[in-house]
């Protein structure tokens, strides 16, 4: 295992703690059908992981700029483990599914910005957005596979609100082993704690960062979880529809994962968002379509186009934080990009309250109209994209 690149090391354990954070995704339909729970209570459910995850980045990021990763990210690989084991243990019972929803998410707002932190610090040999780029697949690849199993295990085994939590238990294990002494390269950071809170505010108050990131980060899980979430129960599924599910939340960030390679060919980040946007608008209009004729494996476009969405916006998101950050604020800066596209996670939720006043048509053209009037502010921060100068 020692044989593995040391950022792959640190990528399987981001890949693992994505795993665990989303293969509830494909449980949505479980706890309808067992449980009785209605659509808003299982929606918030989904959605409550980022009251754990947004404190739990923006509190531990900056510590591990301080103490180093490795020190945070050993606590994290066993929260993770916790979180599943209170998911099997609460199979009936919102409150402690409640419980484990938030430990989910506390598990993945500590690993998320460290572990993209350290990942780029292990990928220094490579050309710029490297470190970036492999963190956001290392994210995506864990983000669409836990569903895509959890889906299959759910819909064809017995006990299906127990045994889908299982192969990420032993995923655990295995990446725990690979992970835990995984190296961390010196890096010199400073103990001016008003000097780093300082640059830190100078990178979030650029002009790439709030009209670049800020605007567009909530989409990156806003489209990804309307994919799988919210525009499925816009027609019937009849055939194995939790399996289908997990498919299509497997099908979303997958595709988001092949498409991030393309982030080095399209070169600036701005760009990248651009064409993430666009790929939004046309999985809503699709979606849109989707509603209006009832055909229901139209689907398959909407996961493509909203997981080509994800895909770009993240990476490019990454990238534009790479850019901006200084090494010992990396993990900060981080920590604030991964709160903002956390946001994305109450799309679900909201939609299923705006749905009550509106008709799934209006709602996708609503986000459509949304994302068009985007496109032209995140083209503005182009005009600066050097990092903030820093106050001596």
């Known amino acids: ?17 994505g795993w665990g954070a989303n293969q509830f995704a494909a449980m949505l339909l479980v706890y309808r059908q067992e449980d009785g729970a209605s659509s808003e209570a299982v929606t918030a459910l989904f959605g ?3 009251l754990g995850l947004i404190p739990a980045l923006l509190i531990v990021a900056p510590i591990s700029d301080r103490i180093g990763r490795r020190r ?7 929260i ?8 099997v243990l609460g199979s009936d019972n919102l409150t402690l599914l409640l419980l484990g929803r938030l430990a ?41 596979s836990g569903p895509l199993v959890a889906g299959i295990f759910a819909q ?27 190296p961390e390269p010196f890096t010199q950071r400073s103990h001016d704690e008003s000097l780093r809170r300082s640059e830190v505010w100078q990178a979030i108050r650029s002009r790439p960062f709030v009209l670049g990131v800020a605007l567009t980060a909530p989409w990156v899980f806003g489209v990804a979880t309307m994919s799988f979430a919210t525009i499925p129960t816009f027609v019937d599924i009849h055939v194995a529809p939790i399996a289908v599910i997990g498919s299509l939340a497997g099908l979303t960030l997958w595709t988001g994962v092949a498409v991030q390679p393309l982030g080095q060919r399209l070169g600036e980040p701005s760009r990248i968002i651009v064409i993430g946007l666009l790929a939004a608008t046309a999985g809503l209009l699709v979606g849109l379509l989707l509603a209006a004729s009832g055909i229901a494996w139209l689907v398959l476009p909407v996961a493509v186009l909203l997981g080509t969405a994800y895909g770009l916006i993240l990476v490019g998101g990454l990238m534009t934080v790479e850019s901006l950050a200084h090494p010992d604020d990396l993990g900060s800066l981080n920590a604030v990009f991964y709160s903002l596209t956390y946001i994305g996670f109450a799309a679900p939720l909201l939609c299923t309250l ?25 083209l503005a921060s182009v005009s600066e994209r050097s990092r903030p100068p820093v106050e001596q």
């Open 1 to 17: 295992m020692t044989r593995l690149p040391p950022w792959l090391r640190v990528a399987a354990a981001m890949f693992a703690v």
């Open 48 to 50: 409550a992981y980022a």
């Open 72 to 78: 945070v990210m050993r606590p994290v690989l066993v």
């Open 80 to 87: 993770s483990v916790v979180a599943t084991l209170v998911l």
């Open 104 to 144: 989910a998410g506390i598990a993945s707002g500590a690993a998320f910005a460290p572990g993209t932190a350290w990942i780029k610090e292990l990928s220094s040999d490579g050309p710029a957005g490297t470190g970036a780029r492999r963190a956001a697949l290392a994210l995506s690849a864990g983000f669409g």
């Open 156 to 182: 064809w085994l017995p006990a299906p609100a127990v045994l889908p939590y299982i192969p990420h238990l032993l995923l655990m294990v295995a990446v725990t082993a690979i992970a835990w002494n995984a």
């Open 354 to 378: 705006v749905l009550r006043a509106l008709s799934p048509e209006h709602l996708m053209l609503a986000g459509s109209a949304v994302l068009v009037m985007t496109i032209p502010i995140v």
